[in-house]
């Protein structure tokens, strides 16, 4: 199980995630968008999550896991979010922040827990970007977002990030962001780092994520625009 996503993304090099809100979906809607999903190689990966989450996220977890053998990897907001039947988890620590309960402190209180679960860890760089609406994250993690122009201050938090040995970033938005970052910080920060580039918040067209690929990023994740839109996912999935 160990390093599944890794492996995934070294012999990929285009991988779309699908972000499911627990709280967005009843059964019915998300069998449905299950269903649809195991039609189409891309989305190749499952995310589950999100900043606060009402429903039971393992619940979700179970179910997904019962419709489809695609890897399912929690998205966490906080460290409530675990469940043993996820492939993984992406360890998120806020390196674009400066709150030491996003950055180290949740990952203490869920860290023994965690090691029993045995799954697939990925240690993961964080980072907010400020994508000009106000955003649940930012408010959630009590963290100031990235400017969306301070490509400079992007790149040397990636840089950062790698060089404490964190394994991925995620390049954050927001979810529901009205833009998506921008592909000049998007190239601006795969210059300067090895480590694979996921980049989310915002996504919503075929075009935007050729875009979001072509400046160099291994993994785009969506969710919004599926939730309003299920029928882009084939629009979304043939762009690969
Ligand atoms: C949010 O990056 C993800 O954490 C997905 O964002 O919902 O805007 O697609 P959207």
Redesign the pocket.
Known sequence: MQNKLLNILSNNKKNLAL?IDPDKHTPESLQKLIEETNKYTYPNIILVGGSLIFSDIENTINYIKSLSNKPVYIFPGNNCDLSKNADGILLLSLISGRNADFLIGNHVIAAPKLKRLNIDIIPTGYILIDCGNATSVSYMSNTTPIPYFKNDIAAATAIAGEMLGLKAVYL?G????NKHISTEMIAIVKQNIDIPIFV????KTPEAIKEIFDAGANMI?????IEQNPEMLQKLANMI
């Open positions: 972000l954050e927001g979810s529901g962001a989310g918040g915002g996504i994740i969506i969710g919004t625009v």
